[in-house]
């Protein structure tokens, strides 16, 4: 039950936590006169999203001594907290692999951004290694920025309308995590071996993120 609590928390925080980036993302455009980011400008502003979104996660779960003034480590929140984060950026990841299989496939065409696979896969070793050395320097976690999210995601968490909006996209959010469960365990049908052919594809581009995911 907690884990389950803990699951769907977060996915409320992950839901608050793109919406406010797209916000962030709107203004950026403003300012740039919504031409298309660089390669390294888009990757820059995604690593810091990744690790904004990693800090907000560690700092939910971590927990802080009243009587003593000390962090607790509390691994039955911190490693359950790092999975789930992981899941989710991994399942972005891998959602948008499949879009631009599909898109590839069919030959349509596809929004202007820029695309780097590897740079992709670096930033979910870069959100994996920040989680583990905040777990060596927590007080970290504690920055200017990282409570500026928190208190707007907690007053958008607690508002009318809003809130109850966010807590269906964290009941959803649940539900996604728990099937990419089952099917990860479930047995794969034997499929008839398709002809090998040469690799052809060349870079694509990166479909627009989904600030709501």
Known sequence: MILLTLLFKL??????FNFIWFFIEL??????????????????????KYILLVNITFAYCLDFAPKEPTYVLNWQKLLPGGLILMLY?????????EQLQF???FQMPIQQQPYSK???IALLLLSALTFTGLYFFPYLSENFIALWFESNIRSLEKAFFLGFIFQVLGFFFVLNIFLRILKAFSPKPPGPKA?????????????????LD
Not at 29 to 47: D, S, V
Not at 195 to 211: G, I
């Open 118 to 120: 590897n740079a992709e």
């Open 27 to 48: 203004v950026r455009k403003m300012l740039t006169g919504a031409r298309p980011p660089f390669l390294a400008e888009h990757y820059l502003l995604k690593a810091v």
């Open 195 to 211: 002809p090998q052919e040469s690799d052809d594809y060349t870079d694509f581009e990166e479909v627009s993120d989904q600030h």
């Open 11 to 16: 996915g409320v925080r992950f839901a608050i």
């Open 89 to 97: 950026l991994l399942g972005k990841f891998q959602k948008q692999q």
């Open 103 to 105: 898109f590839g496939a």
